[in-house]
């Protein structure tokens, strides 16, 4: 049992993107802030729209979880390649335990007028209180992305000392994380979910874990 899960763990990094895709686009599905208040407050009205929130919040809650264990998975082939130290690897796994909570908080505000609008038959929306929301949802995606940058560049790191993944994998990763603190834009995160994906893959595809040894100096 503890070979297979060794052998295919990475792959939850996949079923999270998988499942974060969806959460994401039922959040899309929703009103924008710059709508009108009537369009807003019709929208929840709709039972079938708050239904819609909840099932896409527990989605993305799932992808969360898929996120731990991949992480975990990715902590343990990198701790294997560095050694002892376990700097650079304690790094990668760190910072992605930190940026969970984030994208837990940012589609919980995302989805918090559905959620609001479908316990309370007393509640009444106002359009920018769910404004208020939607943009400070945004932010702390943003946060999450940027957060996960250090991910990828400890992973990077390591890749390029060690091995453990290609070279090239190490220098587009480096990019990739560049990429993600420019997370005010849209598209950042889809290489975040790139970046999770291939590393997945590779992880898979190179599961024997090498005798670790002593790391070499990135060049």
């Not at 946060?143 to 390591?158: C, G, H, K, Q």
């Not at 390029?160 to 995160?189: C, E, M």
Request: contains cysteine; hydrophobic residues 60%; positive net charge.
């Amino acid at each position: 049992m503890k070979q297979l899960w060794d052998r295919w763990a990475p792959l939850a990094g996949v079923l999270s993107v998988v499942c974060s895709l969806v959460g994401v686009l039922f959040v899309l599905g929703q009103p924008q802030e710059k709508d009108s208040d009537a369009k807003i407050v019709a929208y929840f009205a709709q039972h079938s729209h708050q239904v819609r929130g909840v099932v896409g919040f527990f989605v993305f809650f799932a992808g969360i979880l898929f996120l731990l264990a991949f992480l975990s998975s990715l902590r343990e082939r990198l701790l294997a390649a560095e050694g002892e130290s376990g700097r650079l690897s304690a790094l990668a796994f760190g910072a992605g335990i930190a940026s969970l909570p984030l994208w837990g908080v940012s589609m919980l505000l995302a989805f918090a007028a559905s959620f609001t609008s479908g316990e309370s038959s007393k509640f009444r929306l106002d359009p920018n209180t769910y404004r208020l929301l939607s943009t400070t949802s945004y932010f702390a995606w943003v946060a999450a992305l940027i957060v996960s940058a250090v991910v990828v560049w400890a992973t990077s790191a390591l890749a390029l000392r060690t091995g453990v993944l290609p070279r090239w994998y190490g220098l587009l990763g480096i990019a990739a994380g560049i990429v993600q603190l420019f997370g005010l834009f849209l598209f950042p995160f889809l290489v975040w979910w790139l970046w999770i994906v291939v590393t997945a893959v590779l992880l898979v595809a190179r599961r024997s874990l090498a005798p670790a040894r002593a790391a070499q100096p990135a060049l």
